[in-house]
């Protein structure tokens, strides 16, 4: 598998309303090519353009290529789910929405296998843990975590391991979504140094 680090794909930090329009509009233009073809490889840039009605030069304004398109469907995913953690209320310093995340890709399972089969696994993952990787990395630091080994290399290798989880729940799913983020966040405290913190991940 691939050891990518996630890749960023916008242009430009700001984000306006008509901006994320065209994003999403392309985004979804390309998911549909990807279920209709089965083949990544032999969707062209004009071929989206013509299926999201967008214009070849406000394309590259945001985008350098179809690549671009796709990795900024899951930079959106990610971009979600580190806002949810950051407002949740529930008094569970989770590293990671891993049962919300799984509802997600539940709900999405048809995108899902559609993306397995135009060969899209080895880079999707490796997306996904690279994003996922952030995100724990950034939650270690926001809840003042010390932990075994380098906070950097922690969330990675928790990351590696709770995408490697997921793979495996998607295909078989005999465990409750909730089974896996209990079981996710017992394995993190195997990496929490600090004693007094460790009973807090949840």
């Not at 071929?47 to 030069?57: K, S």
């Not at 796709?70 to 049962?99: C, M, N, W």
């Not at 989880?165 to 409750?176: K, L």
């Amino acid at each position: 598998m691939p050891n990518k680090q996630r890749t960023n794909v916008r242009k430009s930090a700001v984000v306006d309303t008509r901006t994320r329009r065209t994003t999403t509009a392309l985004a979804h233009a390309l998911i549909q090519l990807i279920q209709e073809s089965g083949r990544f490889e032999d969707i062209t840039v004009r071929q989206i353009l013509q299926r999201a009605g967008v214009g070849r030069t406000t394309f590259y304004s945001h985008f350098r290529s179809k690549e671009d398109v796709l990795h900024s469907t899951y930079e959106g995913i990610f971009g979600a789910h580190k806002e949810q953690l950051k407002q949740d209320t529930s008094g569970k310093p989770r590293l990671f929405p891993v049962s919300e995340f799984l509802e997600h890709l539940a709900g999405a399972r048809p995108v899902m296998v559609a993306f397995r089969k135009a060969g899209l696994a080895d880079d999707m993952r490796s997306q996904f843990i690279g994003y996922a990787a952030d995100i724990i990395e950034c939650r270690i630091r926001d809840l003042n975590l010390s932990t075994t080994v380098q906070p950097r290399l922690a969330a990675r290798m928790l990351a590696a391991a709770l995408i490697e989880s997921i793979d495996w729940w998607f295909d078989h799913e005999s465990i409750s979504a909730a089974e896996i983020d209990t079981a996710f966040h017992l394995l993190a405290r195997t990496v929490i140094a600090n004693r007094s913190m460790s009973g807090r991940v949840e």
